[in-house]
């Protein structure tokens, strides 16, 4: 499921970074943990989940849908094989719904129209933002960005963020980045700990706060001894 393209800025990242399989192994475990949180403790129904990405295991449908079979969720990207994966391998329970939109998070404005027809912004909802704001620069505006969908959330919605960090093992994701970057049509933008916390500014972080996303509520010992260079938190509104 990938390109030529794709393969030669993923091999001069590796290159730079060899932890990096690890890292987005640990984040895809986030994924899950954060979902099964949000359907399971917190009782949320509906899930807004912008920069899909690929399908791979446990998708938020998934693990939403197994707590809740009704639950409704949108997912969001603007890269059309994205969207033609999604389309064909992520499928609905019976009673839940799934839409697809596509759309950039730049635009944030067009995500929440889209996402009407699927989810009742009325009550609470999820908006997923995993493993998709380092791709945000900050020319694109990232706190107006989220502050638009947290202008967007009724009252016990919650907001779930995972980014790339620039002071975990500092040197090595820095030059994983410029590596990227100079292949990439995106260009990453990776940010501390206390820049990945300001996005949740006007929320209530949920327990243990912005951590790298191995230690964020890890189901065993051996979750939360893996290696990550993401930050990643869970915010209420």
Do not use: C
């Not at 933002?129 to 791709?135: G, S």
């Not at 016990?156 to 590596?179: K, P």
């Amino acid at each position: 499921d990938n390109f030529a393209a794709d393969r030669a800025a993923g091999d001069a990242v590796v290159a730079a970074y060899p932890g990096i399989a690890e890292s987005v192994r640990a984040n895809r475990a986030f994924l899950a943990r954060v979902v099964r949180f949000l359907a399971a403790e917190a009782g949320i129904t509906q899930f807004l989940d912008i920069g899909t990405g690929i399908p791979a295991a446990d998708n938020t449908h998934e693990v939403a849908q197994a707590v809740t079979p009704a639950a409704r969720v949108v997912y969001v990207d603007y890269d059309p094989v994205v969207l033609q994966h999604a389309r064909v391998l992520l499928t609905s329970t019976a009673p839940g719904t799934i839409d697809y939109i596509d759309a950039d998070l730049r635009e944030p404005a067009v995500i929440l129209g889209a996402a009407a027809r699927t989810l009742d912004f009325t009550r609470p909802v999820a908006v997923m933002l995993i493993a998709v704001m380092h791709l945000i620069t900050d020319a694109d505006d990232p706190y107006g960005i989220v502050g638009q969908l947290k202008a967007a959330m009724a009252p016990g919605s919650y907001l779930a963020l995972s980014q790339v960090a620039s002071d975990i093992e500092t040197e090595q994701v820095a030059e994983a980045r410029r590596r990227y970057n100079s292949l990439a049509r995106e260009t990453q933008r990776h940010r501390t700990q206390a820049e990945v916390t300001s996005f949740f500014d006007g929320l209530v972080l949920v327990d243990p706060g912005v951590v790298p996303v191995q230690r964020w509520r890890p189901d065993s010992d051996l979750t939360a001894s893996a290696k990550s260079t993401m930050w990643g938190g869970v915010a209420r509104r």
